[in-house]
């Protein structure tokens, strides 16, 4: 029993130190995503949501964001209904995820930081690479502010001949995250 | 011109009965269900089940076990994000509420309605 003694220290005191980091977490339920084709059409392709889901660990930069695609809510509720059904596939593929790692992130400075990451969408993945976000330290809180751009068809969605000329080919995806501390 | 008025008439009375039929369909459907209810639901591996529910205002019962700034989370589970602030509402209270489902978060483990609003016992 004695010889395992030196050995059980030796585990407990790497796992507290890792236990700890572990617990350097921020976190949102409340994360905006919107996404607008910006073109001046009489009906604007452009929808929010405002329950996106995102973690956050501090220690790697790495960063997880959920979105589901029936929270995005348009103006036009008949074009919400399209979306879902015709485009998007919501019963289908009911979320998109953006998950990766913001790389030069510092829990002690503000500053534009980039990401790279995979984000997914209607079953489809797209690899991002740095992306600019503007990254925010607050009390307690981190803020991270973006904008990308997407082009419709890398995810494999159909649109029908008769509507092609009225559906954007690019897309711009603002993300706006308030993240608060975890606290245990 | 009688005829042309009649006609004009009888195309606005079509007109606002199927508007109305339309909204009306669209707003009266509504669910009564508990969280374990909702959750059992949603597990049930049924497409149709699961739109059946997104398709349909849910009339939500449990009990409050976090309360946020414009949000609720009822029975531990059920994430329920308010159009307005919410006042009078405590941790442990019974409520009733009336939301749209949107979907299971897998990065928190908690299924989500959007839209809520308090419903009068």
Known sequence: MKQFIPFLLIVIGFSVPLNLQAQQQYLTRNGIITFDSKLNSFVPVKAENSSVSAILNVDGGEIAVLALVKGFSFKNSLMEEHFNESYAESDIHPKTTFTGKISNFDIQDSKTCLFSGVLSFHGVEKQLNEIPLIVEIKNNRIGINGEFQLVVSDFDIKVPRIVRSKIPEKIYVSINLDLEKLNN | ?121
């Not at chain 2, 949000?71 to 749209?100: H, P």
């Open chain 2, 1 to 121: 011109m009688r005829k042309v008025v009649a006609l004009i008439i009888a195309f606005a009375v079509v007109s606002t009965t199927v508007y109305v039929c339309f909204f009306l369909d669209r707003l009266a459907p509504s669910i009564e269900l508990s969280s374990a209810e909702l959750i059992y639901k949603f597990s049930m591996d049924n497409t149709s089940n699961k739109s059946n529910l997104s398709e349909n205002n849910i009339l939500l019962s449990g009990a409050v076990t976090t309360v946020k700034k414009s949000a609720l989370i009822v029975d531990k589970k059920i994430f329920c994000k308010f159009k307005n602030g919410i006042s009078d509402v405590k941790v442990g209270d019974t409520i009733r509420l009336l939301g749209k489902f949107i979907g299971y978060d897998e990065l928190f483990q908690e299924y989500k309605l959007n839209d809520c609003s308090i419903v009068n016992q």
